[in-house]
């Protein structure tokens, strides 16, 4: 029978992406550089239609017209390697897929080399780790719009699905897909870091058991907080260590580490003057974290404030935590979405925003309940500059900045780090301030370096003889 897609690269993301293909019904080729991973997936597989192949070749000629090919390997020069390796061997309207996540300017630069040679190129954002791939992932293509229709069907096929709808869409040309993905990781970051904060206020501030802690993020997976990353940390502080009978998290060492999306986002949001400051402020929490060593040795040498044994009412605090966590990831996503809000305008992409939102609901890391409110506050209001200023989150974020700033000034005054919730809190106070300090800025600058200035008063470019 012939294959109606091939899968190349059969790591764990790979395998599962052509075990959820072939389990939808799909007839499966698949093909490894090396023989041992083909080999051992399909020592995994009962009786689902994937047929393996161990030249390439043999891998190509085995599928259907036009060709699908879907690429899940390592990001960089591995992906070139294969895109150079399968040209000769394929036919114009063909079509190859990359679902890793490569940066979205090697996807342009790919896109367009294909292109000339009239093969179609998609670059595929795929939220979900393992068991989304397998279990149905969040997927973001980008490319020409008649080259998705032609993988349209088994990539919404393969989706998560809530309700009847498949967390699929097209998202833009060329490299919009893998930019959307990108910025989700960017949110990913910024939202297991505000998560962090609450937890450590909660057993630093409030010195409260790891096994409350748990039923306390457990409670809050019912309500508004509902979330996969909410729901996952309840079962990470639930679980029990084998070797030491200790809560798990007690033994994991505090050193953070990060594949590059994060920084990706944050770098071009700083070429572009974008402000993910909350995004970028998690991403920095990760590299100080890095300095496990220095920081051991600065706790020895570095006063913080006296340690001061007051009573804190338990059940305010804990409210007081889940509001400021709330509004922590409003403000997160709010730049999240600007960011692509932002470089839509800049590349002319017309990127779907209510569309994202919505495809982000299942199978995705940062799937959450409130992503529902998000989708509705773009669909009433197309051009939202910001979410902050939606009216469902205005009046939401009315109630909570209160409680934001009382765990923020909390943590301060202990000694606690909390870069996230202070730099949402920050975002917040900045974005809502019509006249900002920045009028300073500007006479500095034309002080030292004759960069001009506007008026309020009038129009023009203005420069003071400050000397």
């Known amino acids: ?90 036919e114009k309207g063909d079509v190859i897929m990359d679902g890793g996540n490569s940066h979205y300017k090697d996807t342009e630069r790919r ?102 802690i748990a039923a306390i993020f457990e409670t809050w997976n019912q309500g508004e907080l509902k979330s996969y990353l909410i729901e996952i940390t309840a079962e990470i502080l639930r679980k029990k260590d084998d070797k030491t009978g200790k809560p798990l998290i007690d033994v994991i060492l505090d050193k953070t580490g990060q594949k590059g999306t994060g920084k990706w986002t944050s770098i071009q949001a700083i070429d572009n003057g974008i402000p993910s400051s909350i995004i970028t402020e998690s991403l920095f929490a990760r590299f100080l974290s890095s300095l496990k060593e220095e920081r051991v040795a600065a706790e020895k040498v570095l006063a913080g404030p006296e340690k001061e044994e007051r009573p804190m009412d338990k059940d305010l605090w804990i409210d007081f935590v889940k509001q400021a966590l709330y509004m922590g990831k409003v403000c997160a996503y709010a730049q999240g979405f600007t960011q692509y809000k932002m470089t839509s305008e800049l590349y002319g992409w017309d990127l779907p925003l209510k569309d994202i939102a919505l495809i982000f609901r299942g199978g995705c890391i940062i799937r959450a309940e409130f992503l529902n409110l998000i989708s509705k506050a773009f669909q009433q209001q197309p051009d939202l500059s910001n979410l902050l200023t939606a009216p469902f989150f205005t009046e939401k974020l009315k109630e909570y900045q209160t409680a934001l700033r009382k765990v923020v000034c909390e943590g301060i005054s202990s000694g606690m780090s909390l870069p996230c919730f202070s730099t949402s809190l920050s975002y917040y106070d900045g974005y809502r301030t019509g006249r900002s300090n920045a009028n300073l800025l500007q006479a500095q600058r034309d002080y030292f370096g004759a960069h001009t200035y506007e008026r309020t008063d009038m129009d023009g470019v203005f420069h003071t003889a400050w000397h």
């Open 111 to 212: 896109y367009d080399k294909l292109k000339a040679k009239g093969i179609g190129y998609l670059g595929i954002g795929i939220s979900g780790g393992e068991i989304g791939a397998l279990t149905g992932p969040s997927i973001m293509p980008g490319g020409d719009r008649d080259v998705y229709e032609k993988a349209a069907p088994i990539l919404t096929k393969i989706a998560a699905q809530v309700g009847a709808d498949p967390c699929c869409v097209y998202i833009g040309p060329k490299g919009a897909g893998h930019f959307v993905k990108m910025v989700h990781n960017g949110i990913e970051y910024a939202d297991m870091q505000l998560i962090a904060e609450a937890y450590a206020f909660l057993r630093e501030r409030l010195r409260l058991p790891i096994d409350e």
């Open 1 to 90: 029978m012939v294959n109606t897609i091939g899968v190349i690269g059969l790591g764990v993301m790979g395998g599962n992406i052509a075990l959820n293909m072939a389990a939808k019904g799909e007839q499966v080729a698949v093909y490894n550089y090396t023989r041992d991973l083909t080999d051992q997936l399909m020592q995994n597989i009962e009786e689902l239609p994937v047929s393996p192949y161990y030249e390439l070749q043999d891998f190509v000629q085995s599928l259907e017209t036009p060709r699908k090919i879907f690429l899940m390997v390592t990001a960089g020069k591995p992906v070139d390697s294969v895109i150079d390796s399968l040209i000769p061997l394929l």
